[in-house]
């Protein structure tokens, strides 16, 4: 089914989450802003004043420290003095959490600030989301039911739209330099993902992969299909799954004038498209899909979720809780995923 776009205009600002406080998410989030300060007018971050204030000091240097000025909502940020972060105050932490430790008031803190700045973008108040990295223990120390990200705003936006969460499905798809890869199932442990690739999973998959890639300006979008079995099952000698769901699954799409293609070898299939030969890949399962994409450009990816009615971007990696609060995380992934939500056009 088909949805009212509900993101905001070119001209709002972009809503990020400060992620899980003790992780790197704040820190790189002022390192973002010292290294392109230019971002500070189209970003209000949502997160902990206090703990935010820390990771400018920590990350600042020169003579013209990052201040962080406080907001009380999105629209407030045209009143922002120039060299100031804008911060909106969305969770309460009642004291500052330790660095690089899992704990339920940091894992509290970080779905409060993905909650309100869903809202804001369902809202048409902001343009996107980009959220920093959350830690999925703290998540579940914290009581929250969702495992991350991804099902959490897909379970927010289908309670603004008032649809079940199966009318609203999502895909993740992570990008890199010169690599895109949608996921057809994204959480979920291996045994149980083998059961979610299902013909109706698979050609889902393809149809979101093929509506964001029009959208983004690819007309007809070169979509390789991953097989699940070693060489693709051999013809049924490795497994049957790709000869009986993954293949009639491309199939259809190539039947609804989708340009697809497979199964593939997944053991080449990103190789060939990392060569030009494809525009995107679809994987099977969560590792499928992130280990060539990490291995290729961690520094530079991009977690985009599909299907969503407002743009969300993300960082491609973690919390590094190991070197968390000695500011040497680098900015250059989030700057990456702010680039992509700025550069993306309305959801539809």
């Not at 998540?139 to 991350?148: D, Y």
Request: overall charge negative; charged content about 15%; proline content about 7%.
């Amino acid at each position: 089914m088909s949805h009212s776009p509900h993101t905001g205009s070119r001209s709002q600002p972009i809503a990020l989450t400060m992620g899980d406080p003790a992780g790197i998410g704040p820190e790189i989030i002022a390192r973002a802003l010292c290294e392109r300060p230019g971002l500070r007018t189209q970003i209000v971050v949502v997160g902990d004043a206090s703990t935010l204030a820390s990771a400018a000091r920590l990350v600042t240097t020169g003579a013209l420290p990052l201040t962080v000025a406080e907001i009380d909502d999105i629209e407030d940020l045209a009143a922002v003095p120039s060299g100031c972060m804008a911060v909106v105050q969305a969770c309460r932490l009642a004291a500052p959490v330790e660095i690089g430790r899992i704990s339920p008031q940091a894992g509290r803190a970080a779905a409060d600030c993905i909650e309100w700045a869903a809202q804001a973008a369902l809202q048409g108040r902001a343009r996107a989301v980009v959220t920093a990295p959350i830690h999925k223990e703290a998540l579940a120390a914290a009581g929250v039911a969702h495992p991350g990200h991804t099902e959490m705003l897909q379970s927010l936006s289908a309670a603004h739209l008032g649809v079940p969460v199966s009318a609203l499905p999502v895909r993740m798809m992570l990008s890199c330099p010169g690599l895109s890869t949608v996921l057809v199932s994204i959480h979920l442990s291996l045994r149980k993902a083998l059961d979610a690739v299902t013909l109706e999973q698979v050609l889902q998959t393809v149809r979101i992969t093929q509506a964001h890639c029009r959208r983004t300006g690819t007309a007809r979008p070169r979509i390789a299909v991953a097989g699940l079995n070693p060489h693709a099952g051999e013809g049924g000698l490795f497994g049957w799954e790709d000869r009986d769901i993954i293949a009639p699954a491309v199939a259809d799409a190539r039947r609804e004038g989708i340009e697809a293609s497979g199964p593939h070898a997944p053991d080449t299939v990103f190789m060939r498209a990392r060569q030009g030969e494809f525009d995107v890949v679809v994987a099977m399962y969560h590792d499928q899909g992130l280990i060539p994409v990490k291995l290729l450009g961690l520094d530079e990816g991009v977690n985009t979720t599909l299907g969503l009615p407002f743009v969300r971007t993300s960082p491609d990696h973690g919390t590094a809780f190991d070197i968390a609060g000695t500011g040497r995380a680098s900015a250059s992934s989030l700057l990456a995923a702010i680039d992509a939500a700025l550069a993306a056009g309305p959801t539809s």
